[in-house]
T-cell receptor, first 114, second 109 residues
Framework: DADVTQTPRNRITKTGKRIMLECSQT?????MYWYRQDPGLGLRLIYY???????NKGEISDGYSVSRQAQAKFSLSLESAIPNQTALYFC?????????????FGPGTRLTVL | GQNIDQPTEMTATEGAIVQINCTYQ??????LFWYQQHAGEAPTFLSY??LDGLEEKGRFSSFLSRSKGYSYLLLKELQMKDSASYLC??????????WGAGTKLIIKP
């Protein structure tokens, strides 16, 4: 059973469309993250949340928004998609009580904006 | 600025040993992580170092020198399935992970 799931796994959309990527986890972790990955670049943090009432901007939050609907769910929205948001998007979780704060990743969503 | 450097690509032979280096300059240090990522898949956790020295876990070992801002991942008895990208990441003073671009490891028979 997958501990961190993402839907959809692949999505092709057009410039200007609103799109939502969803992440769910059964690990019971408090902390959740959204990253994007582009070829030749390291993972870049978009937003993160340490609990349901906590939302924080990451390195590259412009053009994105998030919602933490429950401890287990963290959604990423692109309000008006643009081609340079084409990337592989990962959700990750970590446990507040884990002293190492190791992050565990979902399978990713490949997003193409035409 | 914060920076993580690792080689872009390395090639090694099945059954051999390979060392993947990572150097970092970050604002603070709260641990260094290595992840493995097969093409198109999620990164998976390999190792964590916060104190200087070597951590061994089966065929994989990771070394850290905080004074030098340096780590390496050592893979022994290479197998074809070890062909993947290896990502180095450092947790900074704000407990944010700063990621290297990854080292693509190609294993040849």
């Amino acid at each position: 059973d997958a501990d961190v799931t993402q839907t959809p796994r692949n999505r092709i959309t057009k410039t200007g469309k609103r799109i939502m990527l969803e992440c769910s986890q059964t690990k019971g972790h408090d902390r959740m993250y959204w990253y994007r990955q582009d070829p030749g670049l390291g993972l870049r943090l978009i937003y993160y949340s340490f609990d349901v009432k906590d939302i924080n901007k990451g390195e590259i939050s412009d053009g994105y928004s998030v919602s933490r609907q429950a401890q287990a769910k963290f959604s990423l929205s692109l309000e008006s998609a643009i081609p340079n948001q084409t990337a592989l998007y990962f959700c990750a979780t970590s446990d507040l009580i884990d002293s190492t704060d190791t992050q565990y990743f979902g399978p990713g969503t490949r997003l193409t904006v035409l | 600025g914060q920076n993580i450097d690792q080689p872009t690509e390395m090639t090694a032979t099945e059954g051999a040993i390979v060392q993947i280096n990572c150097t970092y300059q970050t604002s603070g240090f709260n641990g260094l992580f290595w992840y493995q990522q097969h093409a198109g898949e999620a990164p998976t956790f390999l190792s964590y170092n916060v104190l200087d020295g070597l951590e061994e876990k089966g065929r994989f070992s990771s070394f850290l020198s905080r004074s030098k801002g340096y780590s390496y991942l050592l893979l022994k008895e290479l197998q074809m399935k070890d062909s993947a990208s290896y990502l180095c990441a450092v947790m900074d003073s704000n407990y944010q992970l700063i990621w290297g671009a990854g080292t693509k490891l190609i294993i040849k028979p």
